[in-house]
């Protein structure tokens, strides 16, 4: 124990000496090592939300009523009834920081990670997504991160065997020196296999199990993903551009995904033998997390023999084994009496565990190594952490963002120009073809995938005899949000929500990863608090609850703050996939309605991005009742069977939409433009979509449309082997697919 | 109701689609583990894709060592029909039944693309229900699935037509000759690297093309 003299080295863990003084407080007394080392992690910005919980509550303050919720916000994930005795379990998770230090490694733990909170639910995983953004695609350091990402992505899911259904690929300057790496993962399950993560019953054994635990990940959550990345890495070369983060590279965990499969299976045994009261899956913080939530959820003491702990470096002492971050983890709480089963199922499959302590009645979280007692606290007092009211003001920079209007931009006239610029849209990198990256994932197992990429949302079977489903996309949109966080936000919510309801399903609840700079700038600490608030109202409009999610603060490299960027997931049920849509157009002469009000509006728009590197003014007006009636018709006509191909409209507006569902369903179109073709091909005004109604289902669409109050209008057709736009340019499908595909494949190879 | 085992390795993925496939050819898919040193009496066995133990060491190297295996050699000598998908196809590789080995694609990326491929040998027990130089269209989804053999071996596989199937469009990792997939002498046991158990329904595949496989097995040998 450290002598009273000394100080002792709060401020190198991430604790600030106020956060110092009220743990001392807390316990009466100095906190030895390990308790100063469990504290550190647990207080982390990472671990404690303790500058967004303040904001995050609204999320439950405004929660629109809904029947569908299981288990809601607080747990290690949402849980929501899709009907016929189903319940799933979904959330999305950054591992932004430690993707940029090492990128093969930190993507595949984020998935890794995410499946864990999943299982701990007592769900099935059946899918993943990842939503990803980088820095301009040409940019060195862009050809170091991407492929280490995707390729850590791919080793890991893959070798887990999870569908890799959909996610995103963006690119914009803001994030190069600090890459978004955003996982999602769901989960399916019976109702009745709810798991609850608390420690409950004295006297019930608490047993680790899954991988030993190493020097990897020491600090993860504190040093690596509570703290802005220095100014130095900011500028770099290919093989450089990281050694400012050196040091940092040993906080990033090391994945194993064959023992992340046999873990999933040895749960879901455990599960289906009763043999769990409680469970908690170890990510951040480790050890320190998982005892310290399991009893401040539960019964309220613990007893713990960290010399219990498997260990693969014997070195470790009290402290690094409770801050440790390594990977495939488990930690359950067992009745005695079920102890000996437990752990024959471990053995069959080839699991390591052991018990290393017991649930109390003391209201004390006890720790002990080799008899001498090193932790003694109580575990509410490090579970809860600090609260912040981060002061926040709206940058002063901002009224001239907005004002500097896209309108004012040059634009083309003519049918040439409108040609050059739809092809350099769907040529951009961040629009281009995604095979490059999705062609490394396999969203072929598990056999229930019904829609992957590039359709706007994944599909996944649930039940073969019933053809029951779930649909869901992810999106995100830094530009949208730079111009306007509340609006911005609102957008995003309304696109994933959207491109749910393009699949024929009924979009029913929200997930979000909240992506910011650093929390003590008071301009970061508005955009995320505007964010906040866009999306609880955006969620109380359209009637989908939050259910949980993730915030991941300190994107930043010096005082350079990424683009506020929300990634929102949508989870929608599908009553049949039978009668999924498809974005394709492969149906000929089925007639195209183009539905909902297109105005005016660039601003934030992929068009000028790309063509002038613009970024200003005001971004679409979100129209949430708009979006709902969209929803209602597409899911109505869809289950009627009017339409053979549904695509949302968002970034790069109907001209990119177009391109996609011609070269997905490999089918031109012509279509004949209303009023100014410029607006009509690039405005990205929201609540809308374009679909293919079948021939002859054309006077029953119009009826169905009227009906749900839809505005609409028929633009065109399938068919032929170009995309025409009539009395302006054609363009035919090779050149478009060679604009396309030849993008990601040129930058990476 | 015939019986087709499908075995399970700690790391096998594609089992519960090999076992989907199975049933909607009209056959009862059995589990078989890998620690238990019996066949359970099935009539045809197949070891489905995935990643067995991790492929440490090796793709199929330690799977070929479990105790299931010493069993399943044995049966396979003696006429049993045997299918490899992916893994299975690597684990078959080196337990010696098969020919030839799976390296890493030549690209040294995972790939899953939809690949039209050519059935060129329709007489053995898991493609009689093809006819021989049918195209049909089936995913492929792997990281070593480049096939390598000697040049003695490969006149020799060409030579009986133990090449049961080839890549006919850009071949996507590297395979000699754009092997896909082949047989042992006798024809019972066949190994591929795409995966016709996920090309059974075109809800959930890019066809229905690879359901010829599992039928093959019922109607033919076993029929």
């Not at chain 1, 997390?289 to 260990?311: H, N």
């Not at chain 2, 047989?183 to 190994?191: D, M």
Request: aromatic content about 6%; glycine content about 14%; some cysteine.
């Amino acid at each position: 124990m450290t002598a009273d003299t000394v100080t002792q080295p709060f401020a190198e863990l991430g604790l600030t000496r106020a956060e110092y003084e009220k743990i001392v407080g807390t316990l009466g007394r100095r906190p030895t090592d390990a308790e100063l080392a469990l504290y550190s992690v647990m207080w982390s910005e990472h671990c404690s939300y303790k500058s967004s919980k303040v904001h995050l509550r609204q999320f439950a303050d405004k929660a629109p009523a809904s029947t569908a919720l299981l288990a809601g916000i607080g747990h290690n994930a949402g849980v929501v009834d899709i009907g016929q005795g189903y319940a799933v379990t979904f959330k999305i998770e950054s591992h932004n920081h430690p993707s940029y230090v090492e990128p093969h490694q930190g993507a595949a733990t984020g998935v890794g990670g995410i499946v864990r909170d999943i299982l701990a639910m007592g769900a099935r995983p059946v899918a993943v997504m990842d939503a990803l953004r980088f820095g301009p695609a040409a940019a060195p350091d862009t050809g170091r991160v991407l492929p280490g990402v995707v390729s850590g992505i791919s080793f890991y899911g893959n070798c887990l065997g999870l569908p890799n259904i959909g996610g995103e690929l963006d690119f914009d300057p803001c994030y190069a020196g600090n890459p978004l790496v955003n996982a999602l993962c769901v989960g399916v399950m019976r109702h009745g296999d709810l798991q609850v993560a608390a420690a409950h019953g004295p006297g019930n054994k608490v047993i680790l199990f899954g991988s030993t635990t190493g020097p990897d990940g020491v600090g993860g959550a504190s040093v690596l993903a509570s703290a802005s990345f220095g100014g130095s890495a900011a500028s770099g070369s290919a093989s450089g551009s990281a050694s400012g983060e050196a040091a940092k590279r040993p906080s990033v965990q090391v994945g194993d995904p064959f023992l992340e499969k046999l873990l999933v299976e040895c749960c879901l045994e455990l599960f289906a033998g009763g043999l769990v009261a409680g469970l908690q899956d170890l990510g951040a913080a480790g050890v320190a997390c998982a005892t310290t939530e399991l009893a401040a959820a539960g019964t309220g003491g613990m007893r713990v023999q960290l010399d219990a702990v498997p260990l693969r470096d014997p070195s470790l002492g009290p402290p690094e084994i409770l801050m440790s971050e390594s990977q495939e983890r488990m930690m359950a709480v067992v009745e005695p009496g079920r102890v000996d089963e437990f752990l024959a199922v471990c053995a069959k499959w080839d699991v390591r565990a052991a018990v290393i302590g017991e649930v109390t009645g003391t209201g004390r979280l006890v720790m002990t190594w080799h008899g001498e007692t090193v932790v003694d606290i109580p575990p509410g007092s490090a579970a809860d952490g600090p609260v912040y009211h981060r002061p926040l003001a709206r940058p002063a920079a901002q009224d001239e963002l907005v004002a500097d209007d896209p309108l004012l931009l040059p634009r083309p006239s003519d049918g040439p120009g409108l040609r050059a610029d739809l092809l350099a849209l769907i040529g951009s990198p961040g629009l281009a073809d995604k095979s490059w990256v999705t062609d490394q994932y396999d969203r072929y197992v598990r056999g229930d995938t019904v829609l992957a990429m590039p359709e706007d949302g994944g599909l996944v079977r649930v039940d073969e005899a019933t053809g029951l489903g779930i649909a869901l996309a992810t999106d995100g949109n830094g530009r949208y949000c730079r111009l306007d966080p509340y609006l911005g936000t609102q957008l995003v919510l309304a696109e994933a929500y959207r491109n749910v309801a393009v699949t024929g399903a009924r979009p029913l609840a929200v997930t979000n990863c909240l992506n910011f700079g650093s929390p003590e700038d008071p301009g970061v600490m508005w955009q995320f608090a505007e964010a906040v608030r866009g999306l609880a109202d955006g969620c109380a409009a359209l009637g989908v609850p939050v259910t949980g999610g993730n915030v991941s603060f300190y994107n930043q490299t010096g005082s350079a703050a990424i683009h506020p960027t929300p990634v929102i997931g949508v989870l929608g049920v599908h009553a049949d996939v039978r009668r999924r849509l498809s974005i394709g157009f492969d149906v000929p002469d089925a007639s195209l309605v183009l539905l909902g009000r297109t105005e005016a509006e660039f601003g934030g728009s992929a068009w000028a991005h790309v063509r002038h590197g613009h970024l200003g003014g005001r971004p679409p007006a979100p129209d949430l009742a708009a979006e709902q009636r969209l929803a209602g018709l597409l899911a109505a006509a869809a289950a009627a069977g009017l339409l053979s191909a549904a695509h949302d409209l968002s970034d790069g507006g109907l001209a990119v939409a177009l391109a996609e569902s011609c070269l997905r369903g490999g089918t031109g179109c012509r279509v004949r433009l209303p009023g100014d073709p410029f607006t009509a091909l690039f405005s990205e005004s929201a609540a809308r979509a374009v679909v293919a109604v079948r021939p002859g289902a054309e006077a029953e669409f119009v009826s169905l449309r009227e009906t749900h109050g839809v505005p609409g209008a028929t633009i065109g057709g399938v068919g032929g082997d170009d995309l025409s736009v009539e009395g302006w340019f054609a363009i035919p499908l090779a050149e478009l697919a060679a604009a396309h595909a030849g993008v990601l494949p040129g930058l990476f190879g | 109701m015939r019986r087709i085992g499908v075995i399970g390795f700690p790391g096998s993925l594609d089992d519960r689609d090999a076992a989907r496939a199975v049933r909607l050819a009209g056959a009862e898919p059995v589990a078989l583990w890998h620690a238990d040193r019996e066949l359970r009496g099935v009539d045809a066995v197949i070891l489905p894709g995935g990643f067995s133990y991790g492929d440490y060491l090796r793709c199929g190297a330690i799977a070929r060592f479990a105790p299931v295996m010493s069993e399943l050699v044995a049966a396979a000598r003696t006429g049993l029909p045997v299918l490899g998908i992916c893994n299975g196809f690597q684990i078959l590789c080196e337990a010696h039944l098969l020919p030839g080995a799976l390296t890493r694609n030549s690209g040294l990326r995972f790939v899953t693309r939809d690949l039209r491929l050519r059935v060129e040998n329709a007489r053995t027990a898991w493609t009689s229900a093809y006819a021989a130089g049918q195209e049909i269209v089936v995913p492929l989804k792997s990281g070593e699935g480049c096939y390598a053999a000697d040049a003695g071996t490969l006149a020799d596989l060409e030579a009986r037509g133990q090449v049961v199937i080839r890549y006919t469009g850009p071949n996507p990792n590297g395979s000699v000759s754009d092997i896909a997939g082949v047989c042992n002498a006798e024809g019972n046991v066949v190994g591929l690297m795409p995966h016709p158990e996920h090309a059974v329904d075109p809800l959930t595949g890019p066809s229905a093309d690879g359901l010829g496989f599992f039928t093959s097995v019922l109607a033919g040998v076993l029929g």
